[in-house]
């Protein structure tokens, strides 16, 4: 976003006092957000199933960003994980913590977003939007890293699910500064120039691993080794894919989709990556 004086132009007040905002929200370690209504109800509800196992808990907990962001923060505390082996997914966070204490938080965090979800519904359309992509994010950087890599999955499919939370979190404080968007290119715009920085400030105040920070950091820079050789690596390709299967054909995505090994992915297993999409979205 091109940069605005404040002194010849007003807006560019209310602007600067935007992002003064979110940088004290972020220093005071203000983390709580709306993301998705409905995938927050969805948590809730499957929550109260005490027989669902790991793998499928640890999927519907995949479907909103903010949660497993502080599951994963709650695992490695030194509470849940004296001996300071670090995991960065949400399969392990689950089973370290526990159904009771993932129960816990998870009912914490929903109250806290349910309660704020009415200041969120002007730019409702924009949040599903970013939960849809995330959630094909996610999907692709699994099957990406399974295939392709010799890294964790789960890791990747957690790096997939939060790359874009910081389009969640600017699009609730955005919500409520009426006058601070004049239109929904300005909005676009804002998210698009910030959100990679704050997303990687709200993830690095949940104290997430670095590699899933570096992962989020650079998931819009558009650079990448092929065949992947870091979680980075595999979140920048996996949002070009996502783009390019959301029928945004265009530039970097359009690039990653010419990759040989790409197609041959696609072909033996784009079945794998809808499967996944559907059981993170229902």
């Known amino acids: 976003m091109a940069p605005r004086d404040p002194v ?18 972020l220093a005071d370690g203000n983390i709580n957000f709306p993301t998705f209504a409905e995938a927050t109800l969805k948590i809730r509800e499957a929550l109260n199933d005490p ?37 960065a997914d949400v399969r ?9 204490m ?64 910081g389009k969640f979190y600017l699009l609730s404080r955005a919500a409520r500064y009426d006058d601070l968007i004049s239109s929904d290119a300005e909005l676009e715009e804002l998210l698009l120039d910030w959100h990679a920085s704050i997303g990687q400030a709200v993830l690095a105040t949940l104290e997430v691993p670095d590699t899933v920070l570096s992962a989020v950091n650079e998931h819009e820079l558009g650079g990448y080794a092929m065949p992947p050789q870091t979680l980075a690596d595999v979140v920048v390709i996996a ?27 696609l072909e033996e297993r784009r079945a794998d990556i809808d499967a996944l999409v559907s059981a993170l979205r229902s």
Do not use: Y
């Open 51 to 87: 027989d669902l196992d790991v793998t499928r808990l640890a999927q519907i907990i995949s479907s909103e960003p903010l949660l497993p962001a502080k599951l994963v923060r709650t695992a490695n505390s030194v509470a849940f994980n004296p001996g300071g082996a670090v995991i």
């Open 102 to 165: 993932v129960r816990s938080i998870a009912l914490t965090v929903s109250l806290e977003q349910l309660q704020s979800a009415a200041e969120f519904k002007s730019v409702r359309r924009h949040a599903e939007e970013v939960w849809r992509h995330s959630i094909t994010v996610a999907a692709v950087a699994h099957v990406v890293a399974q295939r392709m890599t010799t890294l964790n999955p789960d890791e990747a499919l957690f790096a997939g699910v939060v790359h874009d939370i």
């Open 8 to 25: 010849a132009d007003p807006a560019a007040q209310r602007f600067c006092d935007f992002l003064n905002h979110l940088s004290q929200d």
């Open 239 to 265: 949002n070009h894919m996502a783009h390019a299967l959301d029928g945004t054909l265009a530039g970097d995505a359009q690039a990653v989709m010419a990759e040989p090994a790409i197609g041959v992915l």
């Open 92 to 100: 392990s966070a689950v089973i370290r913590l526990g159904h009771r």
